[in-house]
Every structure is written in C-alpha cells, then in structure tokens.
C-alpha cells in the first residue's frame, strides 16, 4: 500500500507545524517540519542561517532536503512557507504527495508570528503588517494552485478532520 506524502504549505504563522503535527499524530504518518531538519541539520536557527549564510544558502539547503524527502512515503511535511516558491520543490513534493495550502488574514499571521519575536528574518521590517501584505501578494499566484484550507477562527481539531477529509478519494 503506498502511502501518499501530505504537504503542507502556506504563509509564515498559518498553523503548518501545528496542524502536521496533529494530523501525523492522528492517522499515523511521520512528522517531518523542514524549517526544524535544516536548523538541526546546520546547527543555527533560522534567522542565524539567513544572518551568517544568506537566504540564498537557506534555500539551498531547503531544496536539497525536499530531493530527499520526495523519496519517502508515509510523511507528513510541513514547508517553511517560502519553499514552495521553487518550482522544482513543487514538482518533487507532488511526484509523491499532495499538497495543501493553509491560509489566515495577514492581522492573524501578524499576531501569530509576533509571539515569537525575532524568529522570521522576512519580516523583521519597521512595518511588519506591510511585509506580510506585500510577500502575500507576491506569493498567491503560487499558493493558489493548492487545495486551500483556512486557518481563520477555525478549532485546530476541525482543520485536522478537513484534512483528513480531503484525502478520502472520491
Ligand atoms: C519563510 C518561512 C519560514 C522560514 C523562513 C522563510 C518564508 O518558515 O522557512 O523564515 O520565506 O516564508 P515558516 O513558514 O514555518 O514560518
């Protein structure tokens, strides 16, 4: 039996390592959270790998993570949000899984990823909410091609349901 891989994606502070982890849990997949086997990987937080390596290097070492990844079964993927911004990163993750987009208005992603500051290079601007707006612009094209699934005021247990839902072929 294979077991398809579940990605997910979506903008920084959406919920993708939280709900992963929760959805892994629930049907038995291995939790796989790129931004932390990179940081492990490397020895350095996030933000040490774009201060000291550039962000160049960080997705450098994402996309040759996500060649291995697309190689295995049973996973549940949760992506930094900008790896999906690599075409060929789509293609890889696609080969042997499918792939989700979680979504939540730029005020929730600000409140979000402002309970742990420092933590996202992107965004340590004078006007974060102006970054979030701009990045998210930039980036929807990309997102859309994805199942959406919001993670806007809805339980974290329902979001896991849904998800599970959408895997049920029809
Ligand atoms: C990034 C998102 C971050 C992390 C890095 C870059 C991005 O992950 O990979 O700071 O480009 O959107 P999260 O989406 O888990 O915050």
Same mark, same amino acid.
């Given at each position: 039996m294979t077991r398809q891989n579940i990605i997910l994606t979506g903008f920084?502070?959406?919920?993708k390592s939280t709900i992963g982890r929760l959805l892994a849990k629930e049907i038995g997949y291995t939790f796989i959270d790129t931004d932390h086997v990179i940081e492990e990987r490397v020895g350095k937080s996030i933000p040490q790998i774009f201060a000291e390596d550039g962000e160049e290097e960080f997705r450098r070492l994402e996309a040759e993570l996500v060649q291995e990844l697309a190689? #295995? #079964?049973?996973l549940v993927i949760a992506t930094g949000?900008?790896?999906?911004?690599?075409p060929e990163n789509v293609v890889a993750l696609e080969k042997t899984g499918k792939i989700f987009c979680l979504t939540a208005t730029p005020e929730e992603i600000l409140e979000r990823v402002s309970r742990q500051p420092g933590s996202r290079p992107l965004l340590s601007e004078r006007n974060p909410l102006l970054k979030i707006t701009q990045l998210l612009s930039e980036r929807e094209p990309t997102y859309k091609k994805f199942q959406q699934i919001t993670s806007?005021?809805?339980c974290l247990n329902e979001i896991v349901k849904k998800l599970q839902r959408s895997l049920i072929p029809n």
């Open positions: 920084m502070g959406t919920g190689d #295995q #079964q049973g949000g900008g790896l999906v911004m690599n806007s005021r809805a």
